[in-house]
Every structure is written in C-alpha cells, then in structure tokens.
C-alpha cells in the first residue's frame, strides 16, 4: 500500500532539520579554514605561485633586475648596495631577481611530479587492492624491496646517468622521472590498503550484489572514499619532491646555470660565505618556508581529511 | 595433529611434541630471523640489478672529459679493455656479481690505480664516526623530547617540542647546516673578533664535530620525538597506568616503570628509517662540511661518472640498510611478546 504523498505532507511534523546540510567536503574545508598554520601555509604557496608566474613579467618590463645580467661593479654585496635589495653573488647578478626567477623550479617540481605520481599509483594500487592475487603480490614485494633504499640516492643515481641539455624544463625530465619513480610506490601502497578496506564495507556489498559492473563499483564508490588519504599523501609528496630537486642542484647535479634554482643558489653562496652570508641565508630560508608551508597545509587537510583524527 | 589411539608406542611423539609447544616460539623466532637474512639476498641483487642496468645505458662514456682535448679512440679502447667494459653487458654484469661476492668491487675510475673497496675503507672512519654518534644523539634527545611532550600535553612545553619537531622535520639538512655555518662560524667569528666560534668545515675529534653531527641528527629526532609522543599519549590513557597513579606511586615510578617500558616498543621501528636517514644524510651533510667520508666520495662519484664507485656504494649503503631494517625486526620480535611471526 502506498501512503498519498499529499497526506505525508499535509501532516507538518516539525523534523528537526538542520539549517543546512553539510557534506564530506564542505566540511572539511570548513575544518581546513579553521586552521591557522594551514591558511598560513596556504597563503605563502599562493604568494609564491604568484611570484613565479609574475617575476618573467617583472624582468621584462625592466621592474626587476635581469637574474643573469652581471653587475660588474658589485660583486658579493651585501643587502641593499647599489640598489640590490637583497645583495648580489659571486658574479655580481640580482640575488632578489634570482630568488623570484628560481620559484619557478621549486614550484614545477613540486606540483608537476604529482601530476605524474597521480595516475600511476592510482592504476596500480586500485588494480592490487580491487583484483588481489598476482598484481597485489608483486606490488608488495616490490615495494618491500623499493623501502630498503632511499629515495636520494636512487635520485642520485637515475640523474648521474641520464642528463638531458637545454632549458631547465627540459632539463627538470630526469629529475621528475626520478623523482616520479621512487614515489609512486608509496601512493599505489595507500590505494591498495584504501580499497581493501572499503572493499569490504556494506555500501560496496549492497552495490556489488546489485549487479554494479566492476568499473564503475571502483569508480563510484571506491576512489570517492578513498581520496581523503590520496590527497594527503600528495600533498606531502610536493615539500619531498621540491626537497629533491633542491639538494639535487645543491649538490651540483640538478638544473644547471644560468636558470638559477633556490639549491644552487645556496652552493653559490657558499664559496662566498664569509665575504657576504646573506647570499646563502636567502636561499636557505625560502627553501625551508616554502616546504614548511607546504608541511603545514598537509598537517591542515590531514586533519580535516580524516574522520579518525576528529576531536 | 593425529590423535593417536590406544598406548604411545616407545619414542612416539608426544613427550617430543610437548617440549615442542613450548619452544615453539623460540624456534619460529630462529625460522624467522633465518627467513628475513634470507629475504636481503633479493633486495641487495635487486639494488645491483637497477644500479647496473642504469649505469651501462648510460649516455656517454666515463672517459668523456669536459670540454678541451678528448681522448683519442686507441686510448678509449684499451681502457675499456683494462677495465672489462670490451666484453657484452651480460658477461660484465656476471663477472661483477662473482667479484661482489668476493668483495671485490673493481677499479675506480676516477683515481688512478685505487679500488673501490680502498677508496670505502678510507672514508668510512670519518662516516661511521659521525653516524655514531648522531645516533647516540638522536635516540635519548628524540625519546625524551617525545616523552615531555606527551606527559605535559597542550601546555607551552608540548608546543615547543612539536613546533621545533615541525621546523626540524621541514627544514631540509643541507639548509639546516648552512644557516648553522653562517650563525655560529662566519657571524660568530666576526662578532667575537675570532675568540669564540666552531669550525665551518674540516675533520678532527674535536670541535669540528659538533655541527655536523648536530645536522644530522636533527631530522630523526624530530621523527623520533613525534613518535615517541604519539605512543606515549596512547599508553598513559591505558587503564594500567591509572591503577599505578591510584595505587599511590610516585610520578618517576609511574613514568619509568609503567609509561616507558610500555611506549618505547613501537619507538624501535623507527630505529630501521633512522638508519636510512643518516645514510643519505651523511651524504648531505659531508659535502656541507666537507668531510671527506662516504658520503662525499657518492658525491664525487655520481659527478665524475665513477661507475664502479657509484655501484659499490650504492650496494654497500643497501647493505647497511638492510642489516639495520634485520636488526630492528628481531629486536621487534624480542621486546614486544605479542608481535605475530609471519
């Protein structure tokens, strides 16, 4: 029998609504906003992607000095002599100029390279997690034997043999394949551990045994409730990934000059320390804000993520 | 098992089966340990595997010089013939792993006449003298600062601890002992007049040590310290150490006997990372204060293109790896009874 839809309405019970509905991601990103450190963080990455794609601008319109032009006349000075801002190096160029001009590495690396990890780790995780068996086992001793060795060396290693020339996008190539390739195990690990577990939950159940053809179970159901974790671990890829390129190029085996990158900055100063220190302070510190900018969105969306970490 | 009817025969199995039960603990933790040497063997090729397969299709030839005068063809080919490099990568790669099984990691190419397994054995003092005692850093600093945090919890100490763990952890090292440079050796020197500063680079057991080991000590004890205080936020809910907080012990007895002993097990596995840490931080931190160890000489060898180098340490850090990652799994095993052998 069914009730008359008028009849259900006419009787105005007053359910108790509330104001308004609020959904996983509303949510979080009310949580997200909440934090302090992660708006912080946030903002600086926006200034920082700002400054990168506006400092080519800058530079051509004569704003900011050219970060290759030789300033012959002011060579290691310090802060604020002869109108650099913040001083010049070892061969007399802009080291404000070099520092804008220099995001733009740091920021490629970071973002692209999970733009690339994304994919990969996805496929292989959700295929090792969904099907199980042989994709899964050898998933798993791979990354048993990939967490016995550490990332930089292997990084160390992929770049001493593989080099490409030309402009720094070009030459950044081996340095994301590198990168990239000891990365995607740990997120296609994740996935797999995601999807096992919600595997077994009753919605997946329910719509399994509703005929759900298997593509679509994984599409709709799977990844949406699993990508809290993803985007974490993402997150947290960029501070490593742009931690790479930059000890990369500190040791002289990343971008070569003239592209100046915030790593090879700190090497350059440091031939000079002791005649002007600001050269290697500079470098340093945007380095180490702009990852702990980026730590400090992770931890933000981390907690606003994951339903566990809830107070 | 069978049930076996009627009287045991003489030597049948039980009384042996009864021993058995009770060892058997022991004697999985043999078929365990056993187990997990056995799992390096695959690892360690597999490092060789990679390392070699990537070193010979490499672009360009180690003999390659930069720039100015190459060397003529009659020259290239008869190092290529001294150094193996003549006969098919199979045969080399094959020739290499019975030369690694007898330690035994060819020539360097880099300098002249020396042997990767001399060019090692030189640097390792100086590694293993700053990893040591990085180490004997790391494990009481990360486990105290971890402790405080969580017995102090929400309270200014707890945030300092974490805000220095967060600065520490996000701070790569190579930034770390730049800024440390510049603080305590260029600025030092020039505010003092030269009295009072530590050196900014160089070896001695003295005060050359105290920034490197300083450098590279300060990752792991943030990831240490994290770790310590999440575990011990956990034990101190435990309904056991409310009953020694009712039962009127004293807060050092509470917190040695019954805090520590509790949240430390989960703290070992951090040792296996803390190993890798100060392996690719030696790396960082030897060319910041150049020290001539291992670590440099990786450098050295990954810029100069020294083949044999950079596969002999590269085998040689995974080794180490490994061990360390053995190491920590049966201590695992021993300290905490209710771990499950697999």
């Given at each position: 029998?069914?009730?008359?839809?008028?009849a259900?309405?006419?009787?105005?019970?007053?359910?108790?609504?509330?104001?308004?509905?609020?959904?996983?991601?509303?949510?979080?990103?009310?949580?997200?906003?909440?934090?302090?450190?992660?708006?912080?963080?946030?903002?600086?990455?926006?200034?920082?992607?700002?400054?990168?794609?506006?400092?080519?601008?800058?530079?051509?319109?004569?704003l900011l000095?050219?970060?290759?032009?030789?300033?012959?006349?002011?060579?290691?000075?310090?802060?604020?002599?002869?109108?650099?801002?913040f001083?010049?190096?070892?061969?007399?160029?802009?080291?404000?100029?070099?520092?804008?001009?220099?995001s733009?590495?740091?920021?490629?690396?970071?973002?692209?390279?999970?733009g690339?990890?994304?994919?990969?780790?996805?496929?292989?995780?959700?295929?090792?997690?969904?099907?199980?068996?042989?994709?899964?086992?050898?998933?798993?001793?791979?990354?048993?034997?990939?967490?016995?060795?550490?990332?930089?060396?292997?990084?160390?290693?992929?770049?001493?043999?593989?080099?490409?020339?030309?402009?720094?996008?070009?030459?950044?190539?081996?340095?994301?394949?590198?990168?990239?390739?000891?990365?995607?195990?740990?997120?296609?690990r994740?996935?797999?551990?995601?999807?096992?577990?919600?595997k077994?939950?009753?919605?997946?159940?329910?719509?399994?045994?509703?005929?759900?053809?298997?593509?679509?179970?994984?599409?709709k159901?799977?990844?949406?409730?699993?990508?809290?974790?993803?985007?974490?671990?993402?997150?947290?890829?960029?501070?490593?990934?742009?931690?790479?390129?930059?000890?990369?190029?500190?040791?002289?085996?990343?971008?070569?000059?003239?592209?100046?990158?915030?790593?090879?900055?700190?090497?350059?100063?440091?031939?000079?320390?002791?005649?002007?220190?600001?050269?290697?302070?500079?470098?340093?510190?945007?380095?180490g804000?702009?990852?702990?900018?980026?730590?400090?969105?992770?931890?933000?969306?981390?907690?606003?993520l994951?339903p566990?970490?809830?107070? | 098992?069978?049930?076996?009817?009627?009287?045991?025969?003489?030597?049948?199995?039980?009384?042996?089966?009864?021993?058995?039960?009770?060892?058997?603990?022991?004697?999985?933790?043999?078929?365990?340990?056993?187990r997990?040497?056995?799992w390096?063997?695959?690892?360690?090729?597999?490092?060789?595997?990679?390392?070699?397969?990537?070193?010979?299709?490499?672009?360009?030839?180690?003999?390659?010089?930069?720039?100015?005068?190459?060397?003529?063809?009659?020259?290239?080919?008869?190092?290529?013939?001294?150094?193996?490099?003549?006969?098919?990568?199979?045969?080399?790669?094959?020739?290499?792993?019975?030369?690694v099984?007898?330690?035994?990691?060819?020539?360097?190419?880099?300098?002249?006449?020396?042997?990767?397994?001399?060019?090692?054995?030189?640097?390792?003092?100086?590694?293993?003298?700053?990893?040591?005692?990085?180490?004997?850093?790391?494990?009481?600093?990360?486990?105290?600062?971890?402790?405080?945090?969580?017995?102090?919890?929400?309270?200014?100490?707890?945030?300092?601890?974490?805000?220095?763990?967060?600065?520490?952890?996000?701070?790569?090292?190579?930034?770390?002992?730049?800024?440390?440079?510049?603080?305590?050796?260029?600025?030092?020197y020039?505010?003092?007049?030269?009295?009072?500063?530590?050196?900014?680079?160089?070896?001695?057991?003295?005060?050359?040590?105290?920034?490197?080991?300083?450098?590279?000590?300060?990752?792991?004890i943030?990831?240490?310290?994290?770790?310590?205080?999440?575990?011990?936020?956990?034990?101190?809910?435990?309904?056991?150490?409310?009953?020694?907080?009712?039962?009127g012990?004293?807060?050092?007895?509470?917190?040695?006997?019954?805090?520590l002993?509790?949240?430390?097990?989960?703290?070992?596995?951090?040792?296996?990372?803390?190993?890798?840490?100060?392996?690719?931080?030696s790396?960082?931190?030897?060319?910041?204060?150049?020290?001539?160890?291992i670590?440099?000489?990786?450098?050295?060898?990954?810029?100069?293109?020294?083949?044999?180098?950079?596969?002999?340490?590269?085998?040689?850090?995974?080794?180490v790896?490994?061990?360390?990652?053995?190491?920590?799994?049966?201590?695992?095993?021993?300290?905490d009874?209710?771990?499950?052998?697999?």
């Amino acid at each position: 029998m069914a009730l008359p839809v008028a009849a259900v309405e006419a009787a105005a019970i007053d359910w108790e609504i509330p104001e308004q509905q609020v959904g996983l991601w509303q949510d979080a990103w009310v949580r997200f906003r909440r934090n302090r450190l992660a708006v912080l963080g946030a903002g600086l990455v926006l200034f920082l992607v700002l400054v990168a794609l506006l400092s080519p601008l800058l530079v051509h319109f004569g704003l900011l000095a050219d970060p290759i032009k030789q300033h012959v006349e002011s060579i290691e000075t310090g802060p604020g002599v002869n109108g650099h801002a913040f001083g010049t190096d070892i061969l007399g160029r802009d080291t404000l100029a070099r520092l804008m001009i220099g995001s733009e590495v740091s920021l490629t690396v970071g973002l692209l390279v999970q733009g690339i990890i994304f994919p990969i780790g996805l496929a292989i995780g959700l295929a090792a997690g969904y099907f199980g068996g042989r994709v899964d086992n050898l998933l798993m001793r791979f990354t048993d034997i990939w967490y016995a060795f550490p990332d930089l060396l292997f990084v160390l290693v992929v770049v001493s043999v593989w080099r490409l020339t030309g402009p720094w996008y070009v030459q950044l190539i081996p340095i994301f394949g590198a990168i990239a390739l000891v990365n995607w195990v740990g997120l296609a690990r994740l996935v797999r551990g995601q999807v096992l577990s919600i595997k077994e939950k009753e919605f997946v159940e329910a719509a399994r045994s509703s005929g759900t053809p298997p593509l679509k179970l994984i599409l709709k159901h799977l990844l949406p409730n699993s990508l809290g974790p993803i985007i974490v671990t993402l997150t947290f890829g960029i501070p490593n990934a742009i931690f790479l390129e930059a000890v990369l190029s500190f040791l002289g085996v990343g971008i070569q000059p003239p592209q100046p990158t915030w790593g090879q900055m700190v090497l350059d100063g440091y031939e000079a320390i002791y005649a002007n220190p600001s050269g290697v302070v500079f470098p340093a510190l945007a380095i180490g804000f702009t990852l702990l900018a980026f730590s400090f969105i992770g931890d933000g969306l981390r907690d606003a993520l994951d339903p566990r970490m809830r107070r | 098992m069978a049930v076996i009817a009627g009287r045991p025969k003489r030597g049948a199995l039980l009384p042996k089966r009864v021993t058995a039960v009770t060892d058997s603990r022991l004697g999985s933790l043999g078929v365990f340990v056993i187990r997990r040497i056995l799992w390096m063997i695959p690892v360690v090729f597999f490092v060789i595997v990679i390392t070699f397969i990537l070193m010979h299709n490499a672009a360009g030839s180690p003999w390659d010089k930069a720039g100015g005068r190459q060397l003529s063809q009659v020259v290239v080919d008869n190092l290529n013939k001294k150094y193996g490099l003549d006969k098919p990568v199979f045969e080399q790669f094959l020739l290499y792993l019975w030369n690694v099984l007898h330690f035994d990691f060819g020539l360097s190419y880099q300098y002249q006449g020396k042997s990767v397994v001399t060019l090692i054995g030189e640097g390792w003092p100086y590694t293993a003298t700053i990893g040591t005692l990085a180490f004997l850093l790391i494990v009481p600093v990360g486990i105290g600062l971890g402790v405080l945090a969580a017995l102090r919890q929400n309270t200014r100490v707890d945030y300092a601890t974490m805000g220095f763990a967060t600065l520490a952890a996000s701070f790569p090292n190579f930034v770390i002992g730049a800024l440390m440079v510049v603080l305590f050796s260029v600025l030092t020197y020039k505010w003092t007049g030269g009295n009072f500063f530590l050196p900014a680079g160089g070896w001695g057991i003295d005060d050359h040590l105290i920034m490197p080991v300083i450098t590279l000590s300060l990752l792991p004890i943030a990831y240490t310290a994290r770790l310590t205080r999440a575990s011990t936020l956990e034990t101190i809910r435990q309904d056991y150490i409310r009953t020694a907080w009712a039962k009127g012990l004293p807060e050092r007895l509470v917190v040695i006997r019954h805090v520590l002993k509790n949240s430390l097990i989960p703290v070992v596995t951090t040792l296996g990372p803390t190993f890798a840490f100060l392996v690719t931080g030696s790396v960082i931190v030897e060319t910041v204060f150049s020290i001539p160890g291992i670590g440099r000489a990786f450098v050295v060898a990954v810029t100069s293109r020294d083949y044999p180098m950079i596969l002999g340490t590269t085998v040689l850090f995974s080794i180490v790896i490994a061990t360390a990652n053995l190491i920590v799994d049966v201590l695992y095993v021993f300290i905490d009874p209710r771990v499950r052998l697999t």
